[in-house]
């Protein structure tokens, strides 16, 4: 579940990004068009304006046909969707194997949960509407994850937000 919240994560930063870039290059795009045109008519009648002022007319219309307002920000929203629904039952398995590990579950009840929890599992992947994901965004959570280390959290770092009953001491490391 971590690597599936941390794909769909990266992918919606993605379309995210790009469609920050594509409103950026649009605006620019348009502004330069409008100075074209306004060369054009007013200051300089030059041919090669016109040729410049048509390509960046062509290029902004392009892009306005390519991408329709919000089409990524849309795209954005259900990869990020999905990713808080994969991180929570993430945190639903790290729950399950806290109750394991504390022996507060019989096995009848771990069973029970456990095969709850993969019903939710296959009902969330069996979707038709799962959001694409793109390779890029893969490697971007395989560099987050394993390179930086961003779903792992220390004892220390636990240590620091806990309060001091629920704290790890440094003897029960000895007996594990």
């Not at 469609?19 to 200051?43: D, E, H, Q, Y």
């Not at 579950?105 to 029970?112: C, G, H, M, N, R």
Request: proline share 1%.
């Amino acid at each position: 579940m971590a690597w599936d919240h941390k794909i769909q994560e990266e992918q919606g930063d993605i379309y995210l990004k790009t469609n920050n870039n594509i409103r950026t290059t649009k605006c620019l795009l348009t502004a330069l068009s409008t100075c074209g045109i306004i060369t054009v008519f007013f200051i300089a009648k030059s041919f090669w304006w016109q040729i410049i002022t048509t390509f960046f007319s062509a290029i902004t219309t392009f892009l306005s046909w390519r991408y329709r307002d919000g089409e990524l920000t849309e795209r954005a929203n259900e990869n990020k969707n999905f990713a808080a629904y994969a991180h929570n039952m993430r945190n639903e398995y790290e729950s399950l194997l806290s109750d394991i590990k504390s022996d507060q579950l019989t096995d009848k009840q771990i069973v029970e949960r456990r095969k709850l929890l993969e019903d939710e599992e296959h009902h969330l992947f069996s979707k038709t509407i799962t959001p694409h994901t793109t390779s890029k965004a893969v490697e971007s959570a395989r560099k987050a994850l394993i390179e930086k280390q961003e779903s792992t959290t220390t004892d220390e770092e636990r240590n620091k937000i806990l309060p001091d009953y629920l704290r790890i001491k440094e003897e029960s490391f000895a007996h594990n």
